[in-house]
């Protein structure tokens, strides 16, 4: 029975990565600091364990007691948009903490190690995004997942260690944090409806992005340990359709059965339109994306609807305030 690392397995994509492997007949061990994740989205028959990737010492010592045969690193820092302004944060928890794992799996001998990468890694004007194109982030958080996977790529070429690397985008879905109000734009509209709050939408709401449901993503990262086809590559996941982030709004009011009301802000800096291309993942893995936007965020809302509203907490330490977009400045 193969052994598996999965970082972030109490937050949102790790919970669901973690529970599409226990089927699969891979052993789970569950590393989540809980900044952002529940011990309640850990599943049954993971083994869970309290702490950080930052902590080197508790690294070692369960790669040294595990000897993991498959790593799948998801624990990270994902708001593109406040990453310019933590960028200390954002390099600490997004580069040095995957590079603590990737140490221990070159140290350990563990067969191959899976990231979640992200398409921010590709930047603007590049669509639809396709893997064989040069990336060019333009916000930290998508400069350092683009710094680990060179540095996995360097990790194979100098010792050996076999890597699979996903872009996924704009996942949404069941057991998402819907009280982080600087990332993940369905939660935030979803959460803001439950306390009778207008949705916020910077700029004129026209950029896109194709919204992907969790349950189209999971299944395929789970299979990534042990297909031959994914070995040493790079794969763009997610949905094929894009949607402006006005009509992703009109959705999610409807299916929760409200009125739409918006509230524009002032646009903040981020990509316009981005969305890619699946064709490699799809032959790969012989899988295309099942769900529509309205049928996932259906879905999405059934479970917030059930969990309830979550209080928006102020990120604590906010490293650059020069050109802070005002909904995010601490009150």
Request: aromatic residues 10%; negative net charge.
């Amino acid at each position: 029975m193969p052994k598996s690392l999965v970082t972030g397995g109490a937050g949102f994509m790790g919970s669901h990565i973690a529970e599409h492997l226990l089927p699969l007949g891979h052993q789970v061990v569950v590393l989540d600091d809980l900044s952002g994740g529940f011990t309640e989205n850990v599943p049954s028959g993971a083994q869970f364990i309290e702490g950080s990737i930052l902590d080197v010492n508790l690294i070692e010592s369960l790669f040294k007691k595990h000897k993991f045969d498959y790593v799948f690193h998801l624990a990270a820092y994902a708001a593109e948009g406040l990453s310019h302004f933590i960028k200390r944060f954002n390099y600490q928890n997004n580069l040095i903490g995957s590079v603590n794992l990737i140490n221990a799996a070159v140290n350990y001998e563990t067969k191959r190690f899976i990231f979640t990468s992200s398409i921010a890694v590709y930047g603007t004007g590049q669509v639809p995004m396709t893997e064989d194109m040069t990336p060019a982030p333009e916000d930290s958080y998508g400069i350092s997942k683009y710094a680990v996977e060179m540095d996995l790529k360097s990790s194979h070429e100098l010792f050996g260690l076999d890597f699979v690397i996903f872009r996924p985008h704009n996942v949404y879905g069941e057991r998402q944090n819907i009280g982080d109000k600087y990332r993940n734009v369905v939660g935030i509209f979803m959460n803001q409806i439950l306390q009778g709050l207008p949705m916020t939408v910077f700029g004129d709401g026209e950029q896109t992005r194709a919204f992907s449901y969790i349950g189209d993503v999971a299944p395929i990262i789970a299979r990534a340990a042990q297909s031959d086809a994914a070995r040493n590559r790079i794969f763009n996941v997610g949905a094929d359709e894009p949607h402006s982030v006005n009509d992703l709004a009109l959705t999610v009011a409807k299916v929760m059965g409200v009125k739409p009301a918006l509230k524009h802000l002032e646009a903040r800096r981020e990509v316009v339109h981005a969305f890619s291309d699946h064709s490699a993942v799809a032959a790969a893995f012989d899988y295309t994306p099942k769900t529509d936007l309205k049928e996932g965020v259906s879905r999405m809302a059934a479970w917030v609807q059930t969990h309830g509203a979550r209080q928006s907490q102020e990120f604590g330490n906010i490293e650059i305030k020069k050109n802070l977009p005002p909904s995010w400045k601490s009150r």
